[in-house]
């Protein structure tokens, strides 16, 4: 699967990752190999987008090409399948910043947001950011 088509994929509401064919383990995003035993026996499966946050941060000061999105926060939710992804907390940094490390734990659902593309980022034509929103 190409880089593209995971992130397109997310906007229309599906997460792709792989099952191992020889473990059993689930892989996102895709990649070559199995992440558990580094089979490269693996085939697409679109995931349940489920998950919890295990850890979370703001961003105030952003790194160039991001500073009109900052505050932001990028959180790691382990998705219900087993793997871990990384994108942002669909809510104002000060509504984070209230519920604090409660949102440690806190179910979410998987989605995919445009955002204008940057310089440094591969794909010039569109920017996708996994989202996370949280399940109330």
């Not at 397109?8 to 064919?21: H, T």
Request: net charge negative.
């Amino acid at each position: 699967m190409r880089f593209v088509d995971f992130f397109n994929a997310l906007l229309e509401g599906k997460l792709i990752g792989q099952k191992c064919r020889d473990c059993g383990s689930y892989t996102c995003p895709p990649k070559a190999t199995c992440d558990n035993c580094g089979s490269r026996n693996l085939e697409e499966v679109v995931l349940s987008g489920k998950g919890r946050i295990a850890t979370f941060t703001t961003t105030y000061v952003a790194p160039s090409g991001y500073t009109d999105e900052a505050p932001y926060t990028v959180a790691m939710v382990e998705l219900d399948e087993g793997p871990w992804i990384v994108g942002r907390i669909d809510l104002p940094a000060d509504e984070v910043e209230r519920a604090g490390q409660e949102l440690i734990g806190a179910r979410v659902s998987v989605y995919g947001k445009e955002y204008a593309t940057e310089p440094f980022y591969p794909n010039k034509e569109r920017r996708v950011v996994p989202m996370f929103r949280i399940e109330r």
